[in-house]
DNA sequence: ATGTTACTTTCGAAAGC
DNA sequence: GCTTTAAAAAGTAACAT
């Protein structure tokens, strides 16, 4: 009754991706003219840009390329990214008209909705395969090489996965893993 | 040539240089920890086995001695925590965990992760606990990990708040923060992590 | 003793040190 | 390698109440 398949669990909590207006920029002017742009080149080369609907930050850089990060879906790092270019061409910065947006990385979360035995997971899934250092971090961190991602998972049976490139990317990690756990007779038992 | 040749014991000096220098560095926290030879002897072989992998590129030769020291503790079965392994070593303690991570996955050490159990009897000593609560610590240690209770806990963390409840159990009371000074832990920790066990053994006092 | 904030890990891009 | 951005997971820690 509760025990629904983990993919159904499965929310992108953060899209990066990155883009470009082919135009080379003067930053220092768009610091001055953009409000709410954070820019300080001693730190960091790139200008920072939030947008709040949706929520998300730009890291605007002189080259003209633009990294969008913190959306919550692929359509969201659009519009934000559309925010981002009517903002310049507000400051009669000639800009593309639709610059080719790359996803560069998707982060998901999921839940396996059964608790793990981390230590035996570890032991499973072959030591060399993974690394558990719980003094450090709470999480098991587990490789895939197809698709190529990294699943963080946690004793609560709950998971991060991370360095995917498509959303199905994660269900297919979500899949392996439940899968492989099964096998080794690992989800609860 | 001459100066081909110089090099080449330049080359050679440095090396042999910074080799004595790890190694006299791993002796010296060794001895600043109270570890056995046997430690320093792993710990060695280690650092020599980073130098042949040429893992030592990009990182610093005491963060890696002081690693090697870290993993030979555990390959022993007698772990120091990071913070304890930090306090010896000029290196600091995220640098070392980081170190050690990328020694023992490039030297596939396959180490297993840290069983409490290898805490109790340095921590119940500087404690001066009796064998009684060793063995009760060791009880509910087992019980509750086999539940899947340990499962992203830090052993050090898990092994104090069990000696914690050992020590009450047994009659020889401890308070959370003398066992939490020993473990080097916070009592929030001890008590996060005792409650858990209690209620997983089954017991109420 | 509890609550808040903050830091640990994973990922990727950007330009420059 | 580092710097900055955002986000989740769960554990631990520092500091405040």
Redesign the interface.
């Known amino acids: 009754m509760s025990a629904q398949d983990p993919k159904e669990t499965i929310n992108i909590e953060n899209v990066v991706a990155s883009t470009g207006i082919g135009q080379e920029l003067d930053l220092q002017s768009v610091a001055m003219d953009l409000e709410g742009a954070d820019y300080d080149p001693e730190q960091f080369p790139g200008l920072v840009y939030r947008t709040q609907e949706p929520k998300s930050a730009a890291l605007i850089f002189r080259s003209g390329k633009i990294v969008c990060t913190g959306a919550k879906s692929t359509a969201d790092v659009h519009e934000s990214l559309e925010i981002v270019f009517d903002k310049l061409r507000d400051l009669e910065i000639r800009v593309e008209e639709d610059p080719e947006i790359v996803v560069q990385n998707i982060v998901t979360s999921a839940d396996l909705q059964k ?5 035996a997971i ?2 499973g899934l072959g ?2 395969n993974i ?6 971090f ?2 098991l961190v587990y490789r895939l090489d197809d698709p190529e991602v990294v699943a963080l998972l ?2 609560s049976g709950k998971l991060v996965i991370t360095g995917g490139k498509e959303p199905a990317d994660a269900e297919h990690a979500v899949d392996k893993i439940t899968d492989r756990l099964d096998e080794l007779g690992l989800l609860d038992g | 040539r001459l100066r081909k040749w110089q090099e080449r014991i330049r080359t050679k000096d440095a090396g042999e240089r910074n080799l004595q220098f790890a190694l006299s560095e791993i002796d010296r926290m060794a001895s600043a920890l109270g570890v056995p030879r046997s430690v320093r002897e792993v710990a060695s072989v280690i650092y020599r086995r980073s130098l042949a992998d040429d893992l030592i590129r990009g990182r610093s030769i005491e963060g890696v001695a002081t690693s090697a020291l870290y993993a030979a503790c555990r390959k022993e079965g007698i772990p120091r ?2 913070e304890e392994i930090s306090e010896v070593s000029r290196v600091e303690r995220k640098e070392i ?1 980081r170190t050690y ?1 990328y020694v023992s ?1 490039e030297l ?1 050490l ?5 069983d409490p159990k290898k805490y109790v009897p340095r921590f119940c000593s500087e404690l001066t606990l009796s064998e009684e609560v060793q063995a009760k610590a060791n009880d509910i240690i087992e019980t509750t ?1 086999d539940e ?1 209770l ?7 963390g898990y092994a104090a708040a069990a000696i914690y409840a050992a020590s009450l159990l047994c009659n020889e009371k401890k308070t959370q923060r003398e066992v939490a000074d020993v473990a080097q832990v916070t009592e929030v920790t001890i008590r996060n992590r005792y409650q858990e066990q209690i209620e997983a053994m089954g017991i109420h006092s």
Request: charged residues 20%; proline residues 10%.
């Open positions: 608790t793990l035995n981390l230590n570890a032991i030591l060399e690394e558990y250092e719980p003094e450090q709470p999480g946690f004793g | 925590s990071l965990g991570r996955q596939a396959e180490m297993r992760p840290v990990a899947g340990l499962s992203g806990k830090s052993p050090t």
